[in-house]
């Protein structure tokens, strides 16, 4: 759609933005794809507390890995597509913002599929996409093609609304109303990762201060690496 309203250029520096914003996914659908099984597994002898303390921590890790491609965006393009693509760097933080909400929706989508509420999901991804193609269609020619990373964090965030609401309410007809992931947590994560994402793009023209930021980041996980290899061997045996 972008080709469309905006013209070819500006779609193909979107979909190098939307490419570099997308890394990310290739390593969460490797970490979905040996989560389900025990997942299952959990839901099944009604561990809760440690399915809710692994998925929190995988949220993390990966709003993390997030965090830091957007940090480095000016220079994650440059690699990628080069100068020529520069304009495109302004989309990634909002698209990683919407590719985290994706990433947070899976956490819910697992117990659907555990309790077989595909059709639901179906509706919810529908509703999705609709809500996506009709704020191109409107937005697109006003805003130009920038605009098309906050539609699709728009898409991202209904989709896991949804994801949410029926996860809630399977939940209550199967296990007597106890939420396994709790909303207000859920919101908190997303508020945090997602302002962090938002607030990194204006350190953009300093180089130096994102290169100390994360020097200073690997230095605490440095300090608490006790901590980390212990949350590290606790996921690896998931894996």
Known sequence: MIGVYCGLTEAGIYSIAYSAASLIMMFSSALNAAFIPWQYQMLKKGE????KRIGYL???ILGGILILLVMFAPEVIKILAGESYAQGVVLIPVIS???FLNIVSQLFYRVELYYEKQNKVFIAVCSSVIMKIILNMICLPIFGFEVAGYTTFIAYGLLCFL???IYKQICKE???GKLIYKGREIIFLIIIIVACMFLVQFLYGWLWIRIFLSIISFVVLFLFRKKIVK???EIKKVL
Request: with cysteine.
């Open 48 to 51: 809760y507390a440690k399915l």
């Open 97 to 99: 913002a919407g590719i």
């Open 58 to 60: 995988v949220l993390c």
């Open 163 to 165: 994801q949410f609401q």
């Open 231 to 233: 949350i590290v061997n």
């Open 174 to 176: 199967s296990l007597d």
